[in-house]
């Protein structure tokens, strides 16, 4: 309930029983006394309408990218145990998805395969009639306009679960750019609008501009994973995309959480090798590092809010401990001012929800 008044510092909510302080008899006044001064930041926070009028981040279902997950099979349309609310499809299933995303208004997706048979070499990830290339398939056939975005790694497809080739029990960087190379060709042919290596090997993102150019695929988008940390914000995404390694852990590809010139160096490097647009990964702990790509490269940052940020929160709400929602918008408003351009959230489509009915205080 508002209170009217004339005098700043009293205008608060404020329930009618509550106690006037201010009329105690002898009640110092440093209002009267005059030693506040007139600088008073609260008066932008006093309304609602106020607030949004010179609120500085807005965050809008434009910039969100929903990520799903791919499986096979047909019919299938299964919850993801430790990411409630997200599903496993068939590819069968995607073109009726994607028109659900679609009418949210979400812009684009983001695809994620899980194997049938896992090799060596990962062959399945880039075979013509694998999971992810019928699902852009199904998808541009529904809903041509939607984005489709492809994840671009082996971990899902490999027998160990590493995102790159193993030669004499090593991940060898080359022979894992071929696989890329030929991952992200097979997404193009079948009809992706945007690739996305997520291995971190080196000279991955000039390997597949090169091959993409040459087989007539110059049209096609690179979103580079170029700081992707070896995190432990991962785990509920293994175990829904079936890729832990079976053995070590991705250190040697992915970067060290503590190195924050190792990303710049690792953008500048996809951005000179023809990256259209980067990415940071996770979000929240690496914010810093989101405001330093920004400070630095002109391209468009993505930040992927991953499925430990998300599941975390998710898990709390479930408890009672926080609002979902509110900690939802919190934490995508935090990315957006730290300086990313899109976010890719599994809350993409509650989002949506959200912001239609002027979700924000
Ligand atoms: C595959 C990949 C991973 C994620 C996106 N692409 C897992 C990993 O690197 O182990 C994580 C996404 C998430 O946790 O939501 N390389």
């Known amino acids: 309930m508002w209170h009217a008044c004339s005098d700043l510092t009293e205008c608060e909510p404020r329930a009618p029983d509550v106690h006037d302080v201010a009329s105690e008899p002898g009640k110092i006044s440093v ?12 008066r932008l926070r006093r309304t609602s309408a106020i607030r949004r009028l010179v609120r500085e981040t807005r965050l809008s279902i434009d910039q969100l990218l929903y990520p799903m997950f791919v499986v096979p099979g047909s019919g299938v349309e299964d919850e993801i145990g430790s990411m409630p609310g997200q599903f496993h499809r068939s590819a069968d299933r995607m073109g009726d998805s994607a028109r659900a995303v679609e009418a949210l208004g979400i812009q684009g997706v983001l695809l994620f395969g899980r194997s049938a048979t896992k090799s060596p070499d990962g062959s399945e990830a880039s075979d013509h009639d694998g999971v992810v290339q019928r699902a852009i398939e199904q998808i541009k056939r529904a809903a041509p306009e939607l984005i489709v975005c492809t994840d671009v790694c082996l971990c899902a497809y490999t027998d160990h679960g590493h995102c790159g080739v193993l030669h004499r029990g090593m991940i060898d960087n080359d022979l894992s750019v071929s696989r890329m190379v030929e991952v992200a060709l097979s997404h193009a042919q079948a009809g992706a609008d945007i690739v996305a290596p997520s291995d971190m090997m080196d000279g991955r993102v000039g390997a597949i501009r090169t091959v993409l150019d040459a087989e007539g695929f110059g049209s096609i988008s690179i979103m580079a994973y170029a700081a992707k940390y070896a995190s432990a914000f991962y785990g509920p995404f293994r175990e829904a995309s079936d890729s832990a390694p079976l053995f070590g852990d991705r250190h040697t590809y992915q970067l060290d959480p503590a190195n924050v010139r190792e990303a710049i160096r690792e953008v500048g490097l996809d951005v000179a090798e023809g990256a259209d647009m980067v990415m940071v990964k996770p979000a929240l702990p690496y914010l ?60 993409a489509p509650d989002v949506a929800v959200w912001l239609d009915k002027g979700s924000g205080s």
């Open 31 to 42: 209002t009267k006394m005059g030693i506040i001064g007139s600088q008073r930041p609260r």
């Open 288 to 347: 810093d590092v989101v405001a330093r790509v920004r400070a630095t490269y002109d391209v468009p940052i993505a930040a992927y809010l991953v499925s430990g940020e998300f599941a975390a929160i998710k898990a709390a709400a479930a408890r009672g401990w926080l609002n979902e929602e509110d900690a939802a918008l919190e934490a995508l408003t935090s990315i957006s001012r730290a300086g990313a351009d899109v976010i890719i959230t599994y809350w």
